[in-house]
């Protein structure tokens, strides 16, 4: 499974973003979806999560009423807004998918997740 996300780039701290990551359209619907990030000398970090049917979410503490993600799984695709960036989400954003026959659960686990796209920048200046 490829996935690729896009969306990244340079804004000032308060702007938004939205990420977008692109998967195989026909069995799209199979994948739960999560974001993660990996700041500059820091681990990768869940950041969300988002189950098959697109009806559960989950979301770290850090980004919680400021991200919100969604799907659309005829397109294939997850997304991640980003309100109200902060310094402090400055970081490669990788999204990852992981087939399961569960429509409704997320998982915050790294190692849930078989397939991971290349991941895309995101600089917040101050």
């Known amino acids: 499974v490829q996935l690729q996300a896009s969306g990244g780039g340079l804004v000032q701290a308060g702007d938004s973003l939205r990420l977008s990551c692109v998967g195989p359209?026909?069995?799209?619907?199979?994948?739960?979806m999560g974001w993660f990030r990996q700041a500059p000398g820091k681990e990768r970090e869940f950041v969300a999560g988002i189950s098959r049917s697109g009806g559960i979410t989950s979301y770290a503490d850090s980004v919680k009423g400021r991200f919100t993600c969604s799907r659309s799984n005829p397109k294939g695709t997850v997304y991640l807004q980003m309100n109200r960036l902060e310094p402090e989400d400055t970081a490669v954003y990788y999204c990852a998918a992981d087939e399961t026959e569960n429509l409704y659960r997320v998982s915050q686990n790294q190692s849930e997740y078989d397939f991971w796209g290349r991941g895309t920048l995101v600089t917040v200046s101050s």
């Open positions: 359209r026909r069995s799209f619907g199979w994948y739960r």
